[in-house]
């Protein structure tokens, strides 16, 4: 492939299956499949709406927020299905018909766009139907979570293990899931969290709203959820007035997370600044003097790989956290810590360590860029060429595995970027 304003490897179209709208808060399969769409063509399955629902999808054609500051290739589409074709819940042989109009329709974009080879990357155990489609030539599972939220993770579910079998590749986002799921299907490979890493690491502005916030400052980037350790949150800002307690995120459902966010409002040294666009949520770690993961330690947070783990790491600030098994291996760059005693203690060392140390700095950005997206997609894309044989593999080889080439292969938004099947 020659042009570069389209996918270097044009004839193969990857159809994703995702369990969560397209928008404003990106998540790894945001991150993901925008990059494989320098690769490849990439279309974004959206779930479907409820059909009691069903004005939604109108409006969603106009709603799509489709993040116009960031470059993302032309070969990536999203799929909003029609409002005809909705979620049934009952009866089962209904959602059948409609799961796989919708399968169809999304296929049928990528045959308009010359895609010779069909690859179906699904991202929940739910759209287990569509390995029964005869029509992809290589079926993929990313495993990105603990799909099950508890934190007692109970045995894998009988659907998920289906899943694993009998895809021809799987990928994982953690150890722990990794040393769960990683012996059921021969095909399975580890991949991290990354990191764009010049976004993070190159020097910018202080952002307009921390700029009034004095120093100290201990920060905290990404949602606020259910799963970070609330009481231990609240009793630093207590213990320590002259700490300013930074969060930057948009705020999740769950139980008792508005409570708490209310409650630490009323202190002085507590400041919430809402969600910010992906580009602009670069430039807070930096400006931080302290970068938080403040996650409670169960069997589901033993499960995850933190996005900001590598963000913040790039950034070249101190970090402090939990200690969750996917931070074991990062104890060289990262204080881990439990309880409110030693969280003090580490994140009083880290103010007190010389902030310009570059040894330090160098070392925490190391591993971040090792972790680049582009580093790790270059290896996903590999990982699909060589899976779908000889031919493909042998024209990825010609790319030289550059991620500079991938780089010139982006292009702007373009007006028609989000687009319906109809």
């Not at 492939?1 to 994703?16: E, F, K, Q, S, Y």
């Not at 299956?17 to 974004?44: D, I, K, S």
């Not at 018909?97 to 080879?117: N, V």
């Not at 139907?129 to 495993?143: G, N």
Request: with cysteine; net charge neutral.
């Amino acid at each position: 492939m020659t042009t570069r304003n389209l996918p270097l490897i044009g004839d193969v179209g990857i159809l994703a299956l995702v369990y969560h709208e397209w928008g404003p808060v990106w998540m790894t399969p945001h991150h993901v499949l925008t990059r494989l769409a320098r690769y490849f063509h990439v279309v974004w399955s959206e779930p479907p709406h409820d059909w009691r629902n069903f004005r939604r999808s109108f409006n969603r054609q106009h709603v799509l927020d489709v993040n116009s500051e960031l470059s993302i290739p032309p070969g990536f589409h999203v799929y909003v299905p029609e409002p005809w074709l909705p979620k049934f819940c009952r009866p089962s042989w209904l959602e059948g018909f409609a799961f796989e109009r919708r399968l169809k329709r999304a296929i049928r974009r990528l045959m308009r766009e010359g895609c010779r080879k069909l690859v179906l990357y699904v991202w929940h155990p739910q759209f287990e139907p569509a390995l029964s489609y005869r029509d992809f030539d290589l079926k993929i599972y990313h495993v990105d979570d603990e799909y099950s939220f508890s934190p007692n993770p109970p045995p894998t579910d009988p659907r998920e293990l289906r899943v694993l079998k009998n895809v021809d590749q799987v990928f994982v986002v953690s150890p722990s899931l990794l040393e769960r799921k990683g012996t059921i299907n021969p095909h399975t490979a580890f991949m991290p969290e990354g990191v764009d890493y010049q976004l993070y690491a190159t020097p910018t502005a202080e952002p307009e709203d921390l700029a009034p916030i004095p120093r100290p400052r201990i920060g905290y980037t990404g949602n606020l959820k259910l799963q970070l350790d609330w009481p231990l949150l609240r009793e630093l800002a207590m213990r320590h007035p002259q700490w300013q307690f930074v969060f930057v995120g948009p705020t999740m459902k769950g139980h008792g997370i508005k409570g708490y966010i209310s409650e630490m409002s009323q202190l002085k040294n507590v400041h919430f600044l809402g969600p910010k666009s992906v580009t602009a949520l670069a430039s807070y770690p930096q400006h931080f003097d302290v970068c938080i993961m403040p996650y409670r330690v169960d069997g589901y947070t033993n499960n995850i790989y933190p996005l900001k783990l590598h963000e913040f790491l790039a950034s070249g600030r101190p970090a402090v956290s939990s200690t969750i098994r996917s931070l074991w291996d990062f104890s060289n760059v990262i204080a881990l810590v439990d309880g409110p005693g030693d969280w003090s203690q580490a994140i009083a060392g880290a103010l007190q360590a010389p902030a310009t140390c570059r040894a330090s700095i160098a070392g925490r950005q190391k591993i971040a860029r090792d972790h680049d997206w582009g580093n790790l997609i270059d290896s996903l894309a590999f990982t699909i060429c060589e899976r779908l044989g000889p031919e493909f593999s042998a024209e990825f080889a010609e790319l030289g595995h550059s991620t500079s080439v991938v780089n010139d292969a982006q292009a702007p938004l373009s007006p028609d970027f989000v687009r319906s099947m109809g």
